[in-house]
């Protein structure tokens, strides 16, 4: 290891210090169920705020949108555009109702608990189903996390692929299994602070060093100026409306993402959540903003095309900054691959423990027996990911697209329409789930003509109008809220 390598180590070795700690001392808090899986219900707005944006953008943030930005230029405006549209709907329509009607439907933990309890599902039907998709998708998710971390410790440390990825594995679990939800969501506002400094200070050096904005778009205009077109992708060619709704349809996946609800389920009170959601929306306005910024500084600086364009922002923080200031940049692709990770294995572990392990092999089981087996859950969950990202040429966005279409089709109708219909009943709710996330494990591999549409939208659609349809079927006030 060179000079250069020990600093940007050293730097590393501080910030894991510091979420192990926390981790740490979130352990000393953890006394129940309710502890490990919400935090007892009580983040303030400011920590509901950070912790939500931040276990949403993951590595993906840092990574993944950089490198589509890189190559498609203000084509990825659509995307992040999505994005911020999805997260003030998110926070506007579901976060208060949310946090109510979980607490009135048996101070339901998990969201499975939350649908089987709302629409009074004894079968235990619903609880199964989502359950089902939760721990499929969140591999996914989570091994999406895993790539990214490999891509970081590889290009950092040169250390093997596969060693790479262990080692970020082996970080998440631990902080995880030991804390639980306070010390997922404490890590996350530290995290969600130190993600958003990194993304703003590449693109303002470059910047300030090429002289202004307008210097800085000419460059990229001499380069390709098909780049500064968002209606056009880097060929010229145009976009079409598929390929738009497509890139703004990410902004519906926000209503079904579990390890997002969970925040809004365990914040102290509903009147937090206004001053919640100003901050968690100016928050991601600024990383997305920035993310796509640098993705765009990139295309100036590097002359030869870069072999993986998810390694842009990498490449760049090497490139800039002095190695110890280089190692604190690079511990914000950690955090927020951390911060997407660690509660992707929480609402995974909870689903497990309280929605199948309690409900189907140990009703009687007691508040320490339900802890240890979610930590266990952590680590084979843990492992099941690690083999999914074992593949060194996966793609960071490509396993985050196909998780955020499954819980944003198979859970946003479901949990919108539980929160506003009260005419939604438990058999609509359970085909409205069933319809969503098998319509984008059928939709995902079809190619061509309207099946290049994201595969989010039939989804959501398809479960929206069976919820509707099955409930007016089958008897409009069935199972609803008494």
Request: charged letters at 15%.
């Amino acid at each position: 290891m060179d000079h250069d390598q020990l600093l940007v180590g050293l730097s590393f070795f501080c910030y894991l210090l510091v979420i192990l700690i926390i981790g740490v001392t979130a352990w000393r808090r953890t006394k129940n169920l309710s502890d490990f899986v919400l935090g007892g219900r009580r983040l303030g707005s400011w920590v509901t705020a950070l912790s939500a944006s931040a276990s949403d953008m993951s590595g993906w943030l840092l990574l993944g949108l950089p490198g589509y930005a890189y190559l498609a230029g203000l084509e990825s405006v659509w995307l992040a555009l999505g994005l911020l549209i999805g997260t003030w709907l998110n926070w506007r329509l579901v976060a208060a109702r949310l946090r109510t009607a979980s607490a009135a439907a048996g101070d339901a933990l998990t969201l499975p608990e939350y649908l089987s309890n709302r629409f009074h599902d004894r079968s235990g039907l619903i609880r199964v189903a989502s359950s089902f998709f939760i721990l499929l998708f969140f591999l996914f998710y989570t091994g999406s996390g895993l790539v990214a971390g490999g891509k970081l410790f590889e290009a950092v440390f040169g250390l093997p692929y596969l060693w790479a990825v262990a080692s970020g594995a082996l970080v998440i679990i631990l902080y995880t299994a030991f804390g639980g939800f306070l010390a997922v969501s404490w890590t996350d506002l530290f995290q969600g602070l130190l993600m958003v400094s990194a993304l703003v200070a590449i693109p303002l050096f470059v910047l300030g060093e090429m002289g202004g904005a307008t210097n800085f778009f000419s460059m990229i205009g001499d380069r390709n100026p098909q780049l500064l077109n968002p209606l056009t992708d880097s060929g010229g060619e145009p976009l079409g409306m598929i390929a738009i709704v497509s890139l703004m349809a990410w902004g519906l996946g926000y209503f079904g993402q579990p390890h997002i609800l969970a925040r809004f389920k365990a914040v102290k009170d509903a009147g937090f959540v206004p001053k919640a959601r100003r901050i968690a929306v100016s928050w991601v306005f600024v990383s997305l903003t920035a993310a796509c910024l640098v993705g765009l500084v990139g295309i100036p600086i590097f002359e030869a095309p870069l072999e993986d364009a998810e390694k842009v922002f990498i490449r760049l923080v090497d490139l800039l900054f002095h190695p110890l200031l280089a190692g604190i940049c690079l511990a914000a692709i950690l955090a927020a691959i951390m911060s997407t990770a660690d509660s992707q294995l929480l609402v995974s572990s909870s689903t497990f423990t309280g929605d199948l392990y309690r409900l189907l092999l140990r009703r009687q089981a007691g508040e320490r027996e339900l802890v240890i087996v979610g930590r266990l859950a952590v680590l084979v969950i843990a492992m099941l990911a690690f083999l999914l990202a074992m593949d060194p040429d996966s793609k960071v966005l490509d396993l985050v697209a196909y998780a955020w279409a499954g819980f944003g089709a198979a859970f946003g109708p479901t949990v919108l329409l539980s929160l506003y219909w009260r005419g939604m009943n438990r058999w609509g709710a359970l085909a409205g789930i069933l319809a969503g996330g098998l319509t984008v494990v059928i939709w995902k591999p079809l190619q061509g003509g309207l099946f290049d549409l994201y595969e989010i939208v039939p989804g959501f659609l398809l479960s929206l109008l069976m919820i509707m349809l099955v409930s007016r079927l089958t008897g409009p006030r069935e199972g609803s809220m008494r």
